[in-house]
């Protein structure tokens, strides 16, 4: 099976929350009701140099992601 690189979800216990889970390497969930980021693995010392670079990436390709799905959510 072929997984999506971002889903998006929501949580009864946190209804007024979002949040989006990244899928592939590194995993985190983050909730956009206050952009507090959840690594769901540790990131390997040879790979925390380059995160917080890949991480400012990631958080744009999110937003990206959630305009969009609200634009289809929209339109439907």
Known sequence: MELPKFVLADNTD???DI????LDYPRFIIN???D????LEEPD????ADLEAEMESLITLVN???DREMQRYEEQ
Do not use: G, S, T
Not at 19 to 22: L, R
Not at 36 to 39: D, P, S
């Open 14 to 16: 946190f209804p007024e």
């Open 36 to 39: 507090e980021v959840e690594f």
């Open 45 to 48: 010392e040879a790979d925390e």
């Open 32 to 34: 956009l009701k206050n």
């Open 19 to 22: 949040f989006i889970i990244h």
């Open 64 to 66: 990206e992601f959630y």
